[in-house]
T-cell receptor
Framework: AQKVTQAQTEISVVEKEDVTLDCVYE???????LFWYKQPPSGELVFLIR??????QNEISGRYSWNFQKSTSSFNFTITASQVVDSAVYFC???????????FGTGTSLTVIP | NAGVTQTPKFQVLKTGQSMTLQCAQD?????MSWYRQDPGMGLRLIHY???????DQGEVPNGYNVSRSTTEDFPLRLLSAAPSQTSVYFC?????????????FGPGTRLTVL
């Protein structure tokens, strides 16, 4: 079974619209870590955020915000006032307590149309 | 610091050929890993290592060998390439004790097997 599910395969929005990327995870560990990465068309993987399972505070960084809800096993990512430079594939990932394996979702491809 | 480096960036092989994908890091990280990225599949863990002389299998290890003789280097070997191994390969590293730390990814190697 998939440990990280990103149900949205592709999303297109018009510039300046807000967009939310969904991530649902599955784990039996009480200690775990969640991540978001961005993969722009150039192909590299860019780290965006890390959240541990004991910290459910939402986080905002500029136009980016993350909503972590343990009750629904979700770690969603919102981009406010999207820009063309936000066009990329976004991956959600899970690391469990031992940390030896990282589980990635299948990614959401975001296209921001000017 | 150069971070995580991978060579080559691109490679074309014929079925049955062997090759080694190189990965090196200069951050003194104990943990290193190899992933493959295929369309619609996200990143999947091939092998990982928690230190020199210690390696273990990930989700998709078949057809790949690894060894870790130094902290810095973690090569991935394809003994007899198959078209199913056409993919983009990423190497990553992080401190072993940093269970919640993000992994630092190399730029990737795009491999085509004909």
């Amino acid at each position: 079974a998939q440990k990280v599910t990103q149900a949205q395969t592709e999303i297109s929005v018009v510039e300046k619209e807000d967009v939310t990327l969904d991530c649902v995870y599955e784990t039996r560990d009480t200690t775990y870590y969640l991540f978001w990465y961005k993969q722009p068309p150039s192909g590299e993987l860019v780290f965006l955020i890390r959240r541990n399972s004991f910290d459910e505070q939402n986080e905002i960084s500029g136009r980016y915000s993350w909503n972590f809800q343990k009750s629904t096993s979700s770690f969603n990512f919102t981009i406010t006032a999207s820009q063309v430079v936000d066009s990329a594939v976004y991956f959600c990932a899970l690391s469990e307590d031992t940390g030896n394996q990282f589980y990635f979702g299948t990614g959401t491809s975001l296209t921001v149309i000017p | 610091n150069a971070g995580v480096t991978q060579t080559p960036k691109f490679q074309v092989l014929k079925t049955g050929q062997s090759m080694t994908l190189q990965c090196a890091q200069d951050m003194n990280h104990e943990y290193m890993s190899w992933y493959r990225q295929d369309p619609g599949m996200g990143l999947r863990l091939i092998h990982y290592s928690v230190g020199a002389g210690i390696t273990d299998q990930g989700e998709v290890p078949n057809g790949y060998n690894v060894s870790r003789s130094t902290t810095e280097d973690f090569p991935l070997r394809l003994l007899s390439a198959a078209p199913s191994q056409t993919s983009v390969y990423f190497c990553a590293s992080r401190p072993f004790g940093g269970v919640g730390d993000t992994q630092y990814f190399g730029p990737g190697t795009r491999l085509t097997v004909l």
